[in-house]
């Protein structure tokens, strides 16, 4: 069964840096195209981060520079490593799956709540 | 606000059909097939149920259906039940920057 576990998510200070986790199991990450996608109530989804089965990354341009996707193969893992927080990136972040090449998330994880505030 | 367009909020009685409409433009919805949407219920993470337009992944009822026409997509739900009632979001493929976008959301209420 495939499943996707978010974890890392808290209360932190602007311009603070949080770590996400996301454990999978069912399915081996380096196969598949994994991403980052953030909920917040005022504006919706948003895709964060991407990183196709060769290992590179993409970020749109509200994150990039700050935002750092990296995965470790052997425990079929993903880390989002956020620095220079924002009020904005408050949100609640899943990790999610997608079939190599493809831009429809099948599988998500059940989110991490993060809290940008003083 | 969201770089898709959905109705706040649609609803329909038991077995009837309604339809969300998802306007986007031609660097979006109009040039790809890539759209996609999604059912959420509350508290819980949103679920595929629409891809690549028209596609139905196993498990997805086939009361669910979807198209496209310019820029705009749209989810039909025929036969209304009441567990059909939760958010639904489209997406789409943009470009390899911004990859995909989404819609803000639609509320269906079953009356």
């Known amino acids: 069964e495939v499943q996707l576990v978010d974890s890392g998510g808290g209360l932190v200070q602007p311009g603070g840096s949080l770590r996400l986790s996301c454990a999978a199991s069912?399915?081996?990450?380096?196969?598949?195209?994994m991403h980052w996608v953030r909920q917040t109530t005022g504006k919706g989804l948003e895709w964060v981060s991407g990183?196709?089965?060769?290992?590179?990354?993409y970020y749109p341009g509200s994150v990039q520079g700050r935002f750092t996707f990296s995965r470790e193969i052997a425990k079929n893992s993903l880390y989002l490593q956020m620095n220079s927080l924002r009020v904005g990136d408050t949100a609640v972040y899943y990790c999610?799956?997608?079939?190599?090449?493809?831009?429809?998330?099948?599988?998500w994880g059940q989110g991490t709540l993060v809290t940008v505030s003083s | 606000q969201s770089a898709l367009t959905q109705p706040a909020s649609v609803s329909g009685s038991p077995g009837q059909s309604i339809t969300i409409s998802c306007t986007g433009t031609?660097?979006?919805?109009?040039?790809?097939?890539?759209v996609s949407w999604y059912q959420q219920h509350p508290g819980q993470a949103p679920k595929l149920m629409i891809y690549?337009?028209?596609n139905r992944p196993s498990g997805v009822s086939d009361r669910f259906s979807g198209s496209k026409s310019g820029n705009t997509a749209s989810l039909t739900i025929s036969g209304l039940q009441a567990e059909d009632e939760a958010d639904y979001y489209c997406?789409?493929?943009?470009?390899?920057?911004?990859?995909?976008?989404f819609g803000g959301g639609t509320k269906l209420t079953v009356l």
């Open positions: 999610v799956r997608a079939k190599a090449g493809s831009h429809y998330y099948d599988y």
């Open positions: 069912g399915f081996t990450i380096s196969n598949y195209d």
């Open positions: 990183m196709d089965t060769a290992g590179g990354t």
């Open positions: 031609s660097s979006d919805i109009g040039g790809y097939n890539y």
């Open positions: 690549e337009v028209s």
């Open positions: 997406s789409s493929y943009r470009n390899s920057i911004t990859l995909v976008v």
